[in-house]
């Protein structure tokens, strides 16, 4: 039987510091992506964004079953080497990195690529079960023993990943096959899900009644009403057969970074291509709405005669004025306090070399600095595990108050006091 799928891709930036969607979502025919950027100064989103736009060309093709896990591995590695390419080309993007999970179609056969900690789920015959297996350092903990699976949902270093596509030539990712049958539900979703929503939760709503977009819009309400401060991004599918009633998808969907920074720009000479497709479906759906209330005064002003008395025009003149004061003085009310929200949160980095407190969020406002050093440790970030090293160069480890920034710092210290102790018994960490 030949199948097809019906989709639904779906985002939110979240509830936390983030002043920009780190995480890209499609969906398409043959192709579903995922990618959680990470990036602090350097752009996550823009990882995020580049990566799944290497990708875009194999939806739409027809590869045999071989074929297709062959081409979706090549496309991972151009991806992974173009985003060495834009680090190279600018300087500021560098220790950018991403996650990535993607399904590529071939009959009733899935081509499946992952790394990172973004998560692929799949319900079968009403059992749901995680399909992928998280490249992270609390996984690691799990796989050696050392914790247990309940430890590991609220384990203060769940964030930290062990492998992220990062432009070097040693990001592979895990490759495999598997079958498609009617009936499947495939859930993908960035770490802003799990992190904050319970697993039986997160199963609860997905192997319920409704359509994938009625799916993916619970699970994006259920992360917000847990609070959850990254970034949080779904897509959902449903595997069809060709004798059930109701249409396949057909029109792909973008969501997150990678509809922000119009993946179609460059396929002007190519409109209906997928990735031409789905950046006009974004861009239609995020347009800004009209501005009644300017179109309303332009009209206003087409209609008054030329001949209107100058006390009229002078009064409208006047009230204009007053209220862009308005405006001015609102704004900078907000931005007073805007800022000293941002000076009650904290992020780790490298400054020097060394592991260094931040104060503030990691952007700044035009020539407004919206971070400061508090701490420089004395730990160099050479020295960290790989695993600690790629989040600290990120810049992606936050607290919410500077005792917690100093926690994580001693987290980091004890895991290069355990690493450097392996590696004087000849393990590797």
Not at 92 to 99: K, N, Q, R, V
Not at 317 to 341: E, H, M, Q, T
Not at 367 to 381: G, N
Request: proline share 4%; glycine share 8%; net charge negative.
């Amino acid at each position: 039987m030949s199948i097809s799928l019906r989709y639904a891709a779906r985002t939110d930036i979240g509830l936390g510091s983030k002043s920009r969607n780190e995480d890209s979502g499609y969906a398409g025919p043959d192709l579903l992506v995922l990618a959680d950027g990470m990036g602090g100064h350097a752009a996550g989103d823009m990882a995020s964004s580049t990566v799944v736009a290497e990708l875009l060309d194999l939806d739409g093709a027809s590869f045999a079953t071989d074929e297709a896990l062959r081409r979706l591995a090549a496309a991972v590695r151009a991806a992974n080497a173009r985003l060495r390419a834009e680090m190279d080309d600018d300087p500021e993007l560098e220790g950018m990195g991403t996650t990535l999970i993607a399904f590529l179609r071939s009959g009733n056969m899935l081509a499946l690529a992952n790394i990172g900690d973004s998560r692929a789920y799949l319900v079968r015959d009403g059992v749901f079960s995680q399909i992928t297996k998280d490249h992270s350092f609390v996984q690691t903990l799990l796989d050696e023993g050392r914790i247990t699976p309940e430890e590991a949902e609220h384990h203060p270093q769940r964030s930290l990943v062990t492998r992220v596509l990062t432009g070097r030539d040693d990001d592979e990712p895990d490759l495999s096959l598997r079958e498609a049958k009617p009936g499947d539900r495939l859930l993908l979703c960035s770490d802003g899900l799990p992190d904050y929503v319970a697993g039986s939760t997160i199963e609860q709503i997905v192997t319920g009644d409704g359509t994938p977009a009625q799916i993916a819009e619970a699970l994006i309400a259920i992360a917000l009403k847990a609070a959850t401060r990254d970034n949080v991004t779904v897509v959902v599918a449903d595997v069809i057969g060709d004798d059930e009633d109701g249409p396949s998808s057909s029109t792909p969907q973008i969501v997150g970074a990678a509809a922000a920074h119009d993946l179609a720009a460059e396929e002007a000479d190519a409109p209906t291509s997928p990735a031409a497709k789905a950046a006009a479906l974004s861009r239609a759906a995020n347009a800004p709405a009209p501005r009644l209330d300017d179109n309303a005064d332009d009209a206003d002003d087409a209609a008054a005669p030329v001949l209107a008395e100058e006390g009229p025009r002078r009064f409208t003149g006047l009230r204009r004025g007053l209220f862009a004061l308005l405006v001015v003085a609102v704004l900078a009310v907000i931005g007073i306090f805007g800022y000293a929200a941002t000076q009650r949160q904290y992020y780790i980095t490298q400054h020097h070399g060394k592991v260094t407190i931040y104060q503030g969020i990691s952007q700044d406002f035009g020539p407004i600095s919206l971070h400061s050093v508090d701490t420089v440790s004395d730990i160099w970030v050479a020295d960290l595990p790989s695993y600690d090293r790629s989040k600290v160069t990120a810049g992606s480890l936050t607290a919410d108050s500077r005792q917690a920034a100093i926690g994580i710092v001693e987290n980091l210290r004890s895991d290069m006091v355990t690493c450097q102790a392996q590696a004087a018994d000849g393990s590797s960490c």
